[in-house]
């Protein structure tokens, strides 16, 4: 995992100026820290009225299986935000991608291997070509995926023929629906069980979140000394103290709920090595910059020398293969393919990248941010779900929960200005 920072830009202060205050710094950085106090208030919320219902072990592990293709998309759709554009295609893409696996597989029998790779070849396909309308014709990216929308839709009508396909073979489910074994002995799991009063303890799972918060402390602790040597303004010990033992503690806490049930799911693992690639390549790298300055400001982007054509056009072939990926893990986890998979599903990727801290005008938002923004939105479609709130309250719900990260953000830039 990383941990969030924030750009150089807005903290940088002359040495020896004076620290800020708790409260002075939460103010100056809502936009980031936000959003976390406002995920950890609807989870005490639901723990509450589910009466613990909302964080036992087997609705945490399902939490991450329903929001696994959500937040896959999601890393993709907010590098596509932050360049400037939107790309509205992404759930029909997903479901398109979904039919032709369950065409190649039950229907030709083609092996796996084979159906992956020409799915994933094909997602990125039909990225670049989006990609490629939007970047080098400049028709509005809302048009041109708009238009894809209405074509994988209709594409995936086509070939199921109206009817679901399915079911998957055995080694094609555990994508979604797998887990990573246990590699220490039954005996240690056992021990642990006795100690911590639970039936079965996951070792594996126990020690992956002992170890991934260790890593996320040390990464802090780095940071922190590298803006003391720059003589960049971090934020105040304590804060910084409690933030990193909230975070640590959430880790752990996460993985040991996984730990009681049946372990690491396949998808999560798939998900965290997605999710450190990308923020890794958003926040330090080259290209990661260079999509940063293509949302701020096309223009001036332009003239400093950036290919802004070409990394439009990449952003694009991205989503392509993140959206076929989640298409990938969508038809595994329901076992059949449908001609409505994934139907109005870009909607929620969206609103997870919007409600995560980007900004409708680009140039701003972070990985962390946006995979946060999908678990919010998991909380409360999972909490009102386990409540037996309608879906028609919980549309309105979620739309009111988008508009208000809307105004927020709009209110952020009107202040800042």
Known sequence: MTTMTVATSENESPQGARPKGIGEYLVTHMRQYGLLFALIAVMVFFQIVTDGTLLRAVNVTNLLLQNSYIIIMALGMLVVIVSGNIDLSVGSVMGFIGALA???????????????????????????????????????????????????RGLSLWLLEGQSVGPFPREFQIIANGFVPDIFPAWM???????F????????????????????????????????????????????V?????????????????????????????????????????????IGRRIYALGGNQKAAKLSGIKTERLTFLAFTNMGLLAAAAGLVFAARLNTATPKAGF??????????????????????????????????????????????????????????????????????????
Do not use: H
């Open 102 to 152: 369950a065409v190649m597989i039950v229907n030709y029998e083609y092996s796996m291997a084979v159906t992956v790779i020409a799915c994933l070849v094909a997602g990125a396909a039909i990225g670049a070509a989006q990609g490629y309308w939007v970047a080098y014709w400049k028709i509005p990216s809302f048009i041109v995926t708009l238009a894809g929308m209405l074509v994988f």
């Open 242 to 286: 409690a933030r990193n033992v909230i975070v640590a503690a959430a880790l752990v806490f996460v993985t040991y709920k996984l730990s009681q049930f049946r372990g690491l799911p396949n998808v999560l693992i798939t998900m965290g090595v997605l999710t450190i690639i990308y923020a890794f390549l958003t926040e330090k790298t080259t």
């Open 344 to 417: 109005a599903l870009e909607l929620d990727v969206i609103a997870a990248v919007f409600i995560g801290g980007a900004s409708m005008a680009g140039g701003v938002g972070t990985i962390i941010g946006a995979v946060v923004g999908a678990f919010l939105m998991g909380v409360l479609n999972n909490g009102m779900s386990i409540m037996g709130i309608g879906i028609d309250y919980q549309q309105m719900i979620k739309g009111l929960v988008l508009l208000a990260a809307v105004i927020f953000d709009v209110y952020n830039k009107n202040k800042q200005g």
């Open 197 to 240: 009063g639970a039936r079965q303890v996951n070792i594996l799972a126990l020690l992956t979140g002992v170890f991934a918060a260790a890593f996320v402390v040390w990464m802090g602790i780095n940071q922190r000394a590298r803006n003391k040597a720059y003589g960049i303004e971090d934020e105040p010990r304590s804060f910084f």
């Open 189 to 195: 799991g056992q021990t642990a069980a006795d100690l």
